[in-house]
């Protein structure tokens, strides 16, 4: 696990963007294609901005995996997660080989899983752009978050920490509107992506990234996990790092 600090998160924006395109360019001429993961909230909004920007990808050869979504959220609800992909990103490049959206409206989340269960066990991940949680959730995996479970998609209930936030970012207006339970991407499976790309922004992290980068590996900090990635860096701008005792990393 790499870390690295800057100054603004336009700053970190450019870096995470730049290091994620850099990835998927040299997967694309390795393999033909790459097959990346997508966060959403707002912590991703300047990595996004400034990764549709970057002209020499060949989105044609890109396929793209949705993180997470409320159940029973549906697309035309200004906080779906699939709203913000499309408008931020998949309508920014040009023709994406595919697009696997979570459709967390479905009426049958278990089943949606198994759907999408199938066809991400055909694409293994090349690179995953994720985020960490005010709580240390790592997708919308919770704690105490479930390391063991094999499965890439699961059913999730989200606590109240989490819901703050999210209501806190400005996607709700009240607490009771904020769904219950959630489709997340597993931790294991977001583990097992080649390259993780993590971009952590704003003050309000700054407790979560202490706990998760300095403290031990545990559930109830769940992106603690990603310090056992081979390949992983963190980006942060300084009011989320204003924690960390080493800034040096």
């Known amino acids: 696990m790499n870390i690295e600090i800057f100054n603004t998160k336009e700053e970190l924006g450019v870096r995470s963007a730049s290091q994620a395109a850099?990835?998927?360019?040299k997967t694309i001429k390795e393999k033909g294609t790459a097959n990346i993961i997508l966060a959403t909230g707002a912590s991703q909004f300047e990595t996004l901005k400034n990764l549709v920007e970057d002209s020499e990808i060949d989105w044609s050869k890109v396929v793209m995996f949705h993180l997470d979504e409320y159940v029973g959220m549906p697309e035309?609800?200004?906080?779906?997660?699939?709203?913000?992909?499309?408008?931020?990103?998949?309508?920014?490049?040009?023709?994406?080989?595919?697009?696997?959206?979570?459709?967390?409206?479905?009426?049958?989340p278990d089943g949606e899983c198994k759907r999408l269960n199938r066809i991400i066990s055909e694409h293994p991940i090349d690179v995953a752009l994720?985020?960490?949680?005010?709580?240390?959730?790592?997708?919308?995996?919770?704690?105490?978050?479930?390391?063991?479970?094999?499965?890439?998609?699961?059913?999730v209930?989200?606590?109240?920490?989490?819901?703050?936030?999210?209501?806190?970012e400005g996607w709700f207006d009240t607490?009771?509107?904020?769904?219950k339970k959630a489709i997340s991407m597993s931790v294991k499976q977001i583990m097992k992506s080649k390259s993780i790309i993590c971009s952590v922004p704003d003050k309000r992290k700054a407790?979560?990234?202490?706990?998760?980068?300095?403290?031990?590996?545990?559930?109830?900090?769940?992106?603690?996990?990603?310090?056992?990635?081979?390949?992983?860096?963190?980006?942060?701008?300084?009011?989320?790092?204003?924690?960390?005792?080493?800034k040096t990393k």
């Open 22 to 25: 850099d990835k998927i360019k």
């Open 76 to 108: 035309t609800h200004p906080a779906s997660f699939r709203k913000y992909l499309k408008e931020r990103f998949v309508e920014k490049v040009s023709g994406l080989k595919a697009v696997h959206f979570i459709n967390g409206d479905s009426g049958d």
């Open 130 to 155: 994720v985020g960490i949680g005010e709580n240390g959730h790592l997708a919308f995996n919770d704690p105490p978050a479930d390391f063991e479970i094999e499965d890439p998609y699961i059913v």
């Open 157 to 168: 209930e989200l606590d109240e920490a989490c819901r703050k936030q999210q209501m806190g």
């Open 175 to 179: 607490i009771k509107d904020v769904p």
């Open 207 to 246: 407790e979560a990234v202490k706990n998760c980068l300095e403290g031990k590996i545990s559930n109830l900090h769940p992106a603690s996990i990603l310090q056992e990635h081979g390949d992983c860096t963190i980006f942060l701008d300084n009011p989320s790092a204003s924690l960390l005792s080493n």
